[in-house]
């Protein structure tokens, strides 16, 4: 599944769990930024580990 984010063809390996909006699954690199809004918690995906150490 590719990260939900506009423009972005990375896999997602993050769920966000967002309290004003619908969650969803966005990449490692994506998950690092939206994640540090407050409210925002960031649930990685166990069967997305190698998603996570993203290479850039």
Do not use: F, K, S, Y
């Not at 769920?15 to 909006?21: A, F, K």
């Amino acid at each position: 599944m590719p990260c939900a984010e506009d423009g972005c063809d990375r896999p997602a390996c993050v769920e966000l769990h967002i309290p004003w909006d619908e969650n969803r699954r966005v990449c490692a690199a994506h998950a690092r930024v939206l994640g540090r809004q407050d409210g925002i918690v960031a649930d990685p995906d166990p069967d997305g580990a190698d998603e996570l150490l993203d290479d850039g």
